[in-house]
Structure formats: C-alpha cells, structure tokens
C-alpha cells in the first residue's frame, strides 16, 4: 500500500485565489513527481524534484510553482488560479529501486 | 529522447474475451518498463512491471513480456472481468545519469468490459 497523500481530493475555487495542493510521502523517496491529466487522460510532467532544495520544470509549461524544504513534503502552489488550470493533479514519489507511487489526485475546479 | 507508444482506445470487450493492449517505447540504455492502472476517480497503481529483457510481468491474471528485440511490452490477460475496466499506462524509467530517472508514460487506453 502506498504512502503517499495529497489534500484536499476536491477543490472548487474562484478566479484569482492562490491555491496551494499538498503531496506528503512517507516512504523516504528522493524524487517527487507532479503530473496533470487532462480529460483525454494523458498525463503531463509539470514539475520533478530529486531531492531537498531540487526543483525542475517538467515537458509541460506550467504557471504553478513547487518547493522541496523537506524530503517527504512537495506542495504545488497557483498564486492567481484560472480556469484554464481546472484540471486533475497528480502527485507520485519514486525511490531508487523502485516504481513510482501515486496519490489519489487533486481534482481542481477554477469557476 | 525517451518515448511510449501506446495502442489508442477506447476498447470495448465483453467478459471473459481475451485482452491485448499494445506497448512500444524508444528509450536509450536498458528502461525498466511497466504498466499502471486508473480506476476511476483514483491516482494509478502499479499493475505490473519488468527490469530487464525477457522478464515477465504478472499480476491479477495481466501479464507482459519485456521483449527488448521488438522495443515492445503488450499487456494480455486471457479472461477480463468487468471489473478490470480502467484505464491502462505503458510507461518506462530509464536514466541517462544514474539515480536520476525520468518517468515516461504513453497516453492511455481507455478498457470497458460489458457483461
């Protein structure tokens, strides 16, 4: 079983809020991952870290920033949302030998 | 640089037919390949999962080969269930500079299974 979380699930927000998305994972892994799916399913690599104080941008040009302060904490933050950010996030953790976990996603409405 | 190709859906198939998803990759080096399932309203679980050529991965009936001739990695099972409707991702971690893998998936095949 996986032991890696994201919060909240849902989120319905307005135009304009800074939003942050929360991703913890237990397991000690280096890499941390943040993906956004599409309603065609597709995943797009928005952001990856290998470690504390590692962030990169990923394949897909994204306006969302993302910090690694600690290993197990890699929190996704919109400083103004809009409605083209309504979409699915998903966050995944991978250790050195292993496959890559994901959470359950956070499911983002921007009205 | 590293892709996935993967077989477009959706696919449609009646309980206790015969699946086969394909799955090719360009990746340079010795990938680890695998497949993920997205049940819905769900992030993606490790199906199964293959680390070097000619390994077999199983699990809950699925199964795929590494077949490192023909850069390929089909998902098969021989009797699906309508609870195996999903969706499905090839994917493959290779790593250029050790330790610092990149994930790459393909792009999702869609499986209904009608009883």
């Known amino acids: 079983e996986a032991d890696i979380y994201q919060t909240p699930r849902y989120l319905v927000i307005g135009t304009g809020k800074k939003i942050t998305l929360e991703c913890s994972q237990t397991?000690?892994?280096?890499?941390m991952y943040w993906y956004q799916q599409d309603p065609g399913m597709e995943l797009h690599l928005i952001h990856y870290?290998?470690?504390?104080?590692?962030?990169e941008k990923g394949d897909l040009s994204s306006e969302s920033t993302v910090s690694r302060i600690r290993t197990e904490h890699f929190p996704l933050t919109l400083e103004s949302a809009r409605p083209s950010h309504t979409s699915q996030y998903l966050c995944?953790?991978?250790?050195?030998?292993?496959?890559?976990?994901f959470g359950q996603g956070t499911r983002l409405t921007v009205v | 640089g590293d892709s996935v190709t993967q077989m477009e859906g959706p696919v449609t198939l009646s309980e206790e037919a015969f699946l086969t998803i394909n799955c090719t990759y360009t990746?340079?080096?010795?990938?680890?390949l695998f497949w993920y399932v997205q049940y819905p309203g769900e992030g993606l679980q490790l199906l199964l999962k293959?680390?070097?050529?000619?390994d077999k991965g199983s699990n809950k009936g699925f199964e795929a080969t590494y077949r490192k001739e023909t850069t390929s990695f089909h998902l098969e099972k021989g009797s699906v269930q309508v609870s195996d409707s999903a969706v499905y991702f090839c994917?493959?971690?290779?790593?250029?500079?050790?330790?610092?893998?990149?994930?790459?998936f393909g792009t999702g095949t869609r499986l209904t299974i009608i009883p």
């Open positions: 994917a493959l971690t290779s790593s250029r500079n050790f330790g610092n893998e990149k994930l790459t």
């Open positions: 995944a953790s991978k250790g050195l030998l292993t496959e890559a976990f």
């Open positions: 990746a340079t080096g010795y990938p680890s």
């Open positions: 870290s290998y470690g504390v104080n590692s962030t």
């Open positions: 293959a680390t070097k050529a000619d």
């Open positions: 397991m000690g892994h280096d890499k």
